[in-house]
């Protein structure tokens, strides 16, 4: 896997926009369109931003997704990931489509399918992907990620650790507002796409990186399965860097 290091947050952005830019770019020439799975949180504020600030990439040929939504969460609710989709890319670049998880649809179960059945429609082009500081990556933690699993979508319990991040980057005022369950891209659906663009800057990152990156792929640390992609490549600034061996690039 392509692994760099950045001094700083906005310098990480950049570089990941860029080399995901050219994905796009060559998706919309092979096919006059690109699809490509949106990870939404904090860690992709700076590249989400270097993306949709980018000039020559025509969002009205590109087709976006999310990865994951908490179950029973309005799209309005400040920590809904739909929310911060739209204000963060679709208020502002109009893609061609977008496709929203509805954590408070009323059947969970269908509307798992039908994401399931929108993301299997066509090969998807790029997936960014962030970790979690338990080693997540989507909504997939360590007791509920499955490597080979056989779904695209599904409906999953946070482990303790997941919430506890919630509230640590101020989604929620406490641990008990936290929604119990969420909706996620599986693992497998995950690395069904052709590229995947990982950016995980701040040292609360460091001991999950250090796990992705030099322990065993193994479901106990989701995140190390990208290592198995492909086309990963893994954007890191130097705090979340700090626990690695110096082996990886610097930039």
């Known amino acids: 896997m392509n692994t760099q290091v950045f001094d700083s947050k906005p310098a990480l952005g950049a570089a990941a926009a860029e080399q995901a830019a050219g994905i796009l770019l060559e998706a919309i020439r092979e096919r006059a369109r690109a699809r490509v799975i949106i990870a939404t949180g904090p860690s992709q504020n700076e590249v989400v931003d270097a993306l949709v600030a980018r000039n020559g990439l025509d969002w009205s040929r590109i087709e976006v997704f999310h990865m994951d939504e908490y179950v029973g969460i309005a799209a309005t609710h400040p920590a809904s990931f739909r929310r911060w989709l739209r204000t963060r890319v679709v208020e502002t670049v109009r893609p061609a489509a977008v496709h929203y998880l509805a954590g408070d649809a009323p059947d969970v179960a269908a509307e798992c399918s039908r994401y399931a059945a929108l993301l299997n429609a066509a090969p998807i082009d790029l997936c960014f992907i962030g970790f979690g500081e338990n080693g997540h990556i989507a909504f997939n933690d360590p ?11 599904k409906r999953v319990t946070l482990d303790e650790a997941c919430r506890r991040q919630q509230v640590g980057e101020g989604h929620f005022a406490s641990l ?29 990152k460091a001991a999950a990186v250090k796990r992705a990156l030099e322990g065993a ?13 492909a086309r990963a490549s893994l954007y890191l600034d130097t705090q979340s860097a700090s626990l690695v061996a110096a082996a990886v690039g610097r930039a």
Do not use: G, N, Q, Y
């Open 143 to 153: 007791h509920t990620a499955d490597f080979a699993d056989p779904l695209a979508v």
């Open 217 to 229: 792929i193994s479901p106990e640390c989701p995140a190390s399965l990208v290592r198995t992609h």
């Open 176 to 204: 008990a507002a936290v929604p119990a369950e969420a909706i996620t891209l599986t693992c497998s659906a995950l690395m069904a796409a052709k590229a995947l663009i990982c950016c995980v800057p701040d040292r609360r």
